[in-house]
């Protein structure tokens, strides 16, 4: 008995205190008085406990759930994930939750596709530090953009020399393919600086006005562009 | 000892079962009570009659502006924002189409309901309506016959959402020309009053 109970009396004035108590309990009083009350009425910690417990788990769960990117939703096309329902109306509760969250307006199903990419062909997480070679053709679209950016704000003090390429913009080869290094030293060709010096970075490729929002399922890997990693500077 | 370990698992099967529950309904809560969301941050642009810019693309050196709150934007895109409450009538956004594509997106809390392009543009004009199912079937019942309005009418879920203008800029020299055709786009609510003199201007070249 006096090892069951100091364990479950030391969890349950915090308990207590977290919460408006259901009954007025000395503070003053020491742990013995705790561990009395806690006999007597353990029914009513008890309640407290489960209580507080799915209280603090539940809204922590939630929060976790919703901070960040969206958790579910997302098709996987070679290193690349498409959001097709990011914007739908038939969107899930979670992908809502982190839209309303965030301030996101994403991009609805007849704007556009989003696809995002944080590993490359081979499954390494992108890093800032490494150049990839960026190539290929993409889905069928108006236009399209390729972005990439580092996880929380940027460095004030590097200048912004370029955060991505546009279907226009883009120098492509004789077929139409194109190929990007992203790199942090100066490449020839189409060159994406690297957004910071260290530190994982997410590639994002907007299709806008694209048929292949509709019909995701019938996107391969040969239709987005292949991520190859060059090499890393350290 | 074992009768308070055993109601100890007890409490703490409960609690996780709760947990579950309260999980559920927080995600679930989320999007009604969420301040920052992109209806209510728009909100401050219900009586503009043109788009809130929430996203200039940088012209030159100059960054993007501070009133910028759309998490990861694309900095080729220019983004602008018409919030409506339907409670004040219909909306109707119009746009002229320009040399750079253009979209409109209606968005309500629960997501986009309605999405078009400049493709969709008849003789280089998208005026797009959006009313609730009652102004809906005012509308239908008001219309002339002989005269059909070739306004695209939509239905809202709700009545208060945004609709999101988006241009993109495919050279950085088309960059000040997307700022300026978020800005173009115009976004008005249809007042009671508005509605004959705008079908007056309607008739009148079926007149002549």
């Known amino acids: ?234 | 000892m074992r009768v308070v370990n055993l109601r100890f698992v007890y409490a703490t099967l409960i609690g996780l079962v709760l947990a579950g529950i309260v999980h559920i309904a927080a995600v679930l809560a989320i999007p009604r009570l969420s301040e920052t969301d992109a209806v209510s941050r728009a909100r401050t642009s219900e009586n503009l009659d043109h788009p809130q810019p929430i996203y200039t693309v940088a012209t030159g050196d100059d960054p993007a502006p501070p009133e910028a709150w759309l998490p990861i934007p694309d900095p080729a895109v220019a983004v602008g924002v018409c919030a409506y409450d339907l409670a004040d009538g219909p909306m109707r956004i119009s746009a002229r189409t320009g040399p750079l594509s253009l979209s409109l997106a209606a968005h309500a809390r629960r997501g986009a309901f309605y999405a078009v392009t400049d493709q969709a543009a008849v003789r280089g004009a998208l005026d797009l309506v959006i009313l609730t199912r009652a102004q809906y079937d005012e509308a239908l019942a008001d219309d002339d016959e002989n005269d059909p309005s070739r306004d695209v009418r939509i239905v809202a879920p709700d009545n208060r959402g945004v609709v999101v203008v988006r241009v993109i800029a495919g050279l950085p020299s088309q960059r000040p020309g997307a700022n300026a055709a978020v800005q173009a786009v115009s976004c008005t609510t249809d007042t009671a009053a508005d509605e004959p003199a705008g079908k007056d201007l309607t008739v009148k070249p079926a007149g002549r």
């Open chain 1, 1 to 234: 008995m006096s090892l069951a109970i100091p364990g479950s009396a030391g969890r349950s004035p915090a308990a207590g205190d977290a919460r408006p108590a259901p009954k007025p309990r000395s503070l003053g009083g020491a742990g013995r008085l705790v561990a009395r009350a806690w006999r007597k009425s353990s029914v009513a910690g008890l309640a407290i406990y489960a209580l507080a417990l799915g209280g603090v788990l539940g809204l922590a769960s939630a929060d976790w759930a919703t901070r960040g990117g969206y958790p579910f939703g997302g098709v996987r096309i070679g290193a690349w994930t498409a959001w097709p329902r990011a914007g739908a109306a038939q969107s899930d509760p979670y992908t809502r939750a982190v839209n309303a969250r965030r301030g996101e307006i994403p991009l609805a199903v007849g704007e556009g596709l989003l696809l995002t990419a944080s590993v490359d062909d081979q499954g390494q997480a992108l890093d800032a530090a490494c150049s990839y070679r960026i190539g290929g053709g993409t889905p069928p679209a108006r236009a399209w953009t390729l972005t990439v950016a580092g996880r929380g704000p940027r460095d004030p003090g590097r200048p912004a020399v370029r955060e991505g390429f546009t279907s226009t913009e883009i120098l492509r080869s004789a077929d139409g393919r194109f190929a990007l290094v992203l790199a942090p030293e100066v490449q020839p060709g189409n060159w994406l600086p690297s957004p910071r010096d260290s530190g994982p970075v997410r590639l994002a490729l907007r299709l806008y006005d694209t048929p292949a929002a509709a019909s995701v399922g019938s996107l391969d890997r040969d239709s987005v562009p292949a991520i190859t990693r060059l090499g890393c500077a350290s």
